[in-house]
């Protein structure tokens, strides 16, 4: 059976509204692909940059972030996508594009890292009907991530990050994606798993919107993709030990609804030569997360491919203090004495991240992440990006109520889609 994961043995990170690792941008609706279940309604509207502009100030005067999320819609869809980054540059924080990377070319790549790009997460799942491409699992699919891996590793210096989208369909393929990251540490800094999520829970909930009964599902669409039961953290974690037995968490999000969930779950290893050295402590996420704040005044949220590369420093330092890092240290000493050649080979840090998007409760409160560093603007206003949506279609946001009339007989629940 698998370990329990306690909240006891994990930091609660301590990211707030107001003084976050990232903040979310969104200058376009527009997408080139669309995936199965996506919450996003593509108007083909693209924000001017005086309106990007106007988005940024309002992170400025109200949040505190290391990083930039530019998202959408397809950002690279958008006209003016290097001056986007170039702004976003300027103006203090790391950009970041998340892409289904379609539109990304090396000539696109080397305007975007002379703008100032920092990184990239790219979205790639089964969800996609990707152009010239013939992959029908998640598996196949890491061919199509190692070509937008080594795409950043030839140009240098920027982030790459993927995210999938995980339903009960595709749980059983987190371990082919978690080895492979593990052969590719060295040009793969981040892997997201994130939960399909659908609140259209048939005949369970009714729907309101500023007092008036709504049709939720016009908004959100559900979608036979994201299967028929619903997963929570845990379900993510026992697919990942399964490949990788070492798998510890080291930090989490909980829920506003519900503070015994998972919504962000972070954990980080230690890879030298393929193979998982350890995974670092609770006490390391604390330190990393504090000392990035005293020194810049802001939480750290993406690193750097050469920072990535100092597993060995990393864990010598911290295990003068921490018996886990500690550890680590030792077991790479121990490979490097057995084989000489790790003498010379990097340790990579590799971070696993499970996000679980809003979810219903029985009671009909809608668990959000609390502290969501996916944080965007609306009307000058901070919101949740995930629900931006029911502000544009009602102007407010959807509660739910337990239908009184439902069926005694339990109805499946689903999860829905992630960004």
Not at 72 to 101: A, C, D, T
Not at 173 to 188: F, N, S, T
Not at 281 to 292: K, Y
Request: a neutral charge; aromatic letters at 8%.
């Amino acid at each position: 059976m698998s370990k329990t994961i306690s909240h006891n043995d994990c930091y609660r990170l301590p990211w707030s509204l107001t003084d976050n690792i990232i903040s979310w941008l969104e200058p376009t609706t527009k997408c080139n692909l669309r995936c199965e279940g996506c919450y996003r309604k593509d108007t083909a509207s693209h924000k001017s940059l005086d309106e990007v502009r106007a988005d940024l100030e309002v992170f400025r005067r109200l949040r505190k972030s290391d990083c930039i999320s530019i998202a959408g819609g397809e950002p690279l869809v958008h006209p003016e996508i290097v001056e986007i980054v170039r702004m976003v540059r300027e103006m203090g924080w790391k950009p970041i594009v998340n892409s289904n990377g379609v539109a990304l070319d090396e000539p696109l790549l080397k305007e975007l890292k002379k703008a100032g790009v920092y990184g990239f997460t790219f979205h790639i799942d089964t969800s996609q009907k990707r152009p010239r491409v013939k992959a029908t699992t998640e598996t196949e699919l890491n061919e199509v991530r190692l070509h937008y891996a080594r795409m950043l590793a030839d140009a240098g210096g920027i982030a790459c990050s993927f995210n999938a989208t995980i339903t009960d369909k595709t749980l059983s393929e987190v371990p082919a994606m978690v080895k492979w990251a593990g052969r590719h540490a060295d040009i793969v800094q981040t892997m997201v798993f994130i939960l399909f999520r659908s609140p259209v829970l048939t005949g369970e909930f009714e729907f309101f919107a500023g007092g008036r009964e709504v049709s939720f599902g016009d908004t959100y669409k559900d979608s036979d993709w994201g299967g028929a039961s619903k997963l929570h953290a845990p379900d993510v974690v026992e697919a990942i030990r399964s490949a990788d037995p070492l798998y510890e968490p080291a930090a989490y999000l909980n829920g506003t609804a519900n503070p015994e969930s998972f919504k962000w779950l972070v954990a980080n290893r230690i890879v030298q030569g393929g193979e998982t050295v350890g995974y670092v402590s609770p006490r390391f996420m604390e330190i990393a997360q504090t000392l990035n704040h005293m020194l810049h005044g802001r939480y750290l949220s993406y690193t750097s491919p050469k920072v990535c590369r100092r597993g060995k420093s990393v864990s010598f330092l911290t295990g003068l203090f921490d018996g886990r890092m500690r550890r680590i240290f030792l077991r790479l000493l121990g490979r490097m004495l057995t084989n000489p050649a790790n003498l010379l080979r990097p340790a990579h840090i590799q971070t696993f991240m499970i996000i679980q998007p809003v979810n219903i409760e029985e009671d009909g409160r809608q668990d959000m992440c609390d502290a969501c560093p996916d944080v965007t603007v609306h009307d000058g206003k901070l919101v949740w990006s995930c629900r931006l949506e029911e502000l544009n279609e009602f102007g407010t946001m959807v509660s739910a109520v337990p239908n009184a009339k439902a069926s005694a007989a339990p109805v499946p629940e689903k999860t829905g889609v992630s960004r």
